[in-house]
């Protein structure tokens, strides 16, 4: 869907934005009402060592005056993303399991659409981990499989919170916690590369 006229692309898109804050403001209420949150886990009676959870969101972006070059009028795009996990652990051993799902719409024949926006059912995750600690208390951890991490202060490896997609690695992860909170990480990552991006169709979230 594409516009010639900025004053009519302002105003369309700004109503679909309104629409989508009031959406979000009523869920937000709604939520601020229960005392007690709904829980799928509790809802299905999993055991303690099975673990089940998931969450969803739409974000909406947009823009006027186009900036690329060859580009006119404005852009827009609306995506939608579900992510469910299931985690069993063990006496210090844990195997995870996580799926993503990202598609969009709302975008014009001109939006450049990759992996980085839209990334249609692909796991996530899929780990065997192991946990423990030493006799002087320190915290131990291995991880191996593909799986997302946030390192420190986020700026040199990090699970994206804006974007819609997030980045996966292939690998091994090692980790020594002191209890003075001492920490050493230790990693051999591959990045992965979204399943999407071999498939024009599932790359317009189709």
């Given at each position: 869907m594409?516009?010639q ?36 886990q509790?809802?299905?009676g ?29 852009d827009?795009?609306l995506?939608?993303r ?49 946990n423990g ?38 690998g ?15 990693f051999?990552?591959?990045l ?11 790359s317009?979230?189709?």
């Amino acid at each position: 869907m594409h516009f010639q006229s900025g004053h009519q692309s302002i105003s369309k898109r700004g109503i679909i934005g309104r629409v989508i804050v009031l959406l979000c403001l009523a869920c937000s209420s709604a939520k601020a009402d229960n005392a007690k949150p709904w829980r799928l886990q509790e809802h299905l009676g999993l055991p303690e060592w099975l673990r089940f959870n998931g969450n969803t969101r739409a974000f909406y972006e947009t823009m006027d005056n186009q900036f690329r070059v060859g580009g006119i009028g404005g852009d827009q795009l609306l995506t939608w993303r579900t992510m469910l996990k299931l985690t069993a652990t063990k006496n210090g051993y844990s195997v995870a399991g996580e799926l993503v799902d990202v598609r969009g719409t709302l975008a014009d024949t001109g939006t450049p659409l990759g992996t980085d926006d839209i990334n249609a059912l692909e796991p996530q995750q899929a780990y065997i981990g192991w946990n423990g600690s030493s006799e002087a208390g320190d915290d131990l951890g291995l991880r191996f499989g593909r799986q997302t991490m946030n390192l420190g202060a986020r700026r040199f490896l990090a699970r994206n919170i804006f974007r819609s997609t997030i980045n996966a690695f292939n690998g091994i992860r090692a980790r020594w916690e002191r209890p003075d909170k001492m920490t050493l990480n230790a990693f051999y990552f591959l990045l992965t590369e979204g399943f999407s991006s071999y498939s024009t169709k599932l790359s317009q979230g189709v």
